[in-house]
């Protein structure tokens, strides 16, 4: 079935280290994001491509990186250097033109810091 | 710099009765505007959208949007509510082309049987 898969589920990680959020899509979507979400704050645009080999830092992109290396795919990875990293993380597509306008999301990954 | 307002963390209604959660919009131009809906821990369901053309936007699960320009507005409606109803709601706006999504805080509606 075509949608956005967003793996691991949950994932909990240790102080100091560093850990990579997946996200694929088959829709054949030009442009991916990553949002974090946190109680009573809403979708913060964490980072977003819109091409292959591109991207663009969003409004909270400190301590986190991105890649997009092939059309399907746009890791995030959250580094050490994010202090607050507990939070849940959806990752979105969307394609071009007036009728593909809206973005399409997957399940979301819940990141907790232990 | 564009934003997206919605002023009711909460709203409660009785089943049966009409729905409302109400969003508002500052953005340059003319913007796309969205609603999506949210179960908990799971990612957003998109429900309709307005782009062009008619105010009044029908969406899924018989929700409805009336977009207003002069009051830079994009309510979100249904006649009839339903206790699966109750879910989180956000309003967003896309400003043009292909830009992100820029989202409210969230509407948080509750439907007492």
């Known amino acids: 079935d075509g949608g956005i898969t967003q793996s691991p589920k949950y994932l909990f990680r240790k102080e100091g280290q560093n850990v990579t959020l997946s996200c694929e899509q088959n829709l054949n979507h030009d442009a991916m994001y990553w949002y974090r979400q946190d109680p009573g704050q809403g979708l913060r645009l964490i980072y977003y491509s819109q091409i292959v080999n591109d991207f663009q830092k969003g409004d909270i992109a400190e301590g986190y990186s991105v890649s997009r290396e092939k059309k399907e795919s746009f890791p995030l990875t959250v580094t050490s250097a994010q202090k607050n990293p507990t939070a849940f993380y959806l990752c979105?597509?969307?394609?071009?033109?007036?009728?593909?306008?809206?973005?399409?999301f997957g399940q979301g990954t819940r990141l907790t810091v232990v | 710099a564009q934003s997206v307002a919605q002023p009711e963390d909460q709203v409660n209604v009785a089943e049966g009765n009409p729905l409302t959660v109400k969003c508002t919009y500052s953005v340059s131009g003319n913007p796309y505007l969205f609603w999506y809906v949210q179960y908990p821990n799971r990612g957003l369901q998109f429900l309709l959208k307005?782009?062009?053309?008619?105010?009044l936007v029908k969406g899924s699960y018989g929700f409805e949007a009336e977009f207003n320009k002069s009051q830079t507005s994009f309510h979100l409606k249904k006649p009839s509510a339903l206790v699966s109803d109750s879910a989180l709601y956000f309003c967003a706006v896309r400003p043009s082309g292909n830009t992100p999504l820029v989202f409210g805080k969230g509407t948080r509606l509750s439907v007492i049987a």
């Open positions: 979105a597509s969307s394609g071009r033109g007036q009728k593909n306008t809206e973005a399409f």
């Open positions: 307005y782009i062009t053309g008619d105010n």
